[in-house]
């Protein structure tokens, strides 16, 4: 176990370094001028070169992406050309915000995926089994931007049941209904991508267990069905994990339309806001936040799958 720990651990940095990379380059290979968002139309060529030797825009794309990758590991990403803020504040600040939502969102989406995909696989060729498939296919297929503004104008427009967005009036976080019902409708958006993507790979799972020799054996010994369930369970929980960290990574990075419908104040909408801004140091930090999340998130999960199935470590 010990050695496959380190063997993940060796196989994710180099990947971290890519990652970096990659970010470094794409963002730095799109047109326009960063400094064009606070330099004033009549700006003079001394003022202009003041200003790029003060963010390092006047030295070479390897100094750069040296600096800035050395300055990262020590925990700092920089200052916002727009807010003049830290960008490690502004990104901490954002995740946290879009963790709250995708958190739960995944939840949602685990609990039903789950459930539908075991009913899907229990009972297959059914009407029960092709009612379940419909609800994953319409949760993969509906354009969730789309659904956001369906339920505002359903929820908080005509019923007035729900705030149509925003993360609450107070600027500190609470556990409170005042707080909590504003992460309702983009919760409920989100969850549908991964309520759709493990429901039908739960419903896969089961329907392949089931089918087993192992399954029967258990029942030619007459173990109940709640027993033979439980085996199911036991097989399929590592697959149906490594989904669900998955989808909680493509949540984490892939909330931008969804955060931008519901103004919630979280990654999405900040990456958003970089993009039309060209605030380079804000976007090159955020897209590297959420890449390493996603890394460690995959590393956490090989190490869960292993534990739950140590032939995954065997092998």
């Not at 990403?77 to 915000?97: D, K, M, Q, Y």
């Not at 939840?107 to 059914?126: E, R």
């Not at 354009?143 to 049941?161: A, R, T």
Request: proline fraction near 5%; glycine fraction near 10%; include cysteine.
């Amino acid at each position: 176990m010990l050695g496959f720990l380190l063997r993940r651990l060796l196989y994710t940095l180099p990947i971290m370094a890519g990652v970096a990379l990659v970010c470094f380059a794409l963002v730095h290979l799109a047109p326009g001028d960063p400094l064009v968002s606070i330099l004033p139309p009549d700006a003079s060529v001394e003022l202009q070169e003041r200003l790029r030797e003060l963010y390092g825009f006047n030295r070479s794309y390897p100094e750069q992406f040296a600096g800035w990758v050395w300055r990262a590991v020590q925990g700092d990403l920089g200052t916002s050309i727009a807010s003049g803020r830290p960008v490690a504040s502004e990104v901490l600040r954002a995740v946290g915000n879009t963790l709250r939502i995708a958190l739960l969102a995944t939840l949602i989406g685990f609990v039903l995926g789950c459930m539908f995909g075991f009913v899907a696989g229990y009972f297959q060729h059914s009407w029960i089994d092709r009612a379940a498939s419909l609800v994953s296919v319409l949760g993969v297929s509906v354009p969730h931007y789309w659904l956001g503004m369906v339920l505002v104008i359903v929820f908080s427009v005509f019923l007035n049941w729900l705030p149509p967005g925003g993360a609450g009036a107070s600027t500190e976080w609470a556990w409170d209904w005042e707080h909590f019902k504003h992460m309702l409708l983009p919760d409920v958006t989100m969850s549908l991508i991964p309520m759709g993507i493990i429901s039908r790979t739960v419903r896969a799972l089961v329907a392949d267990i089931l089918a087993q020799e192992f399954i029967v054996g258990l029942r030619a010994k007459g173990l109940t069905d709640l027993g033979i369930f439980l085996h199911v369970v036991k097989n399929a929980a590592p697959t149906a994990l490594a989904v669900m960290g998955l989808q909680l990574g493509y949540l984490l990075g892939g909330s931008i339309l969804i955060e931008t419908v519901f103004s919630w104040p979280g990654t999405g909408f900040l990456l958003n806001s970089a993009i039309f801004q060209r605030d380079l140091p804000l976007l090159q930090g955020t897209i590297l936040v959420l890449a390493m999340f996603f890394v460690v998130l995959n590393l956490l999960v090989d190490v869960v799958q292993t534990l739950l199935d140590p032939r995954i470590a065997r092998a």
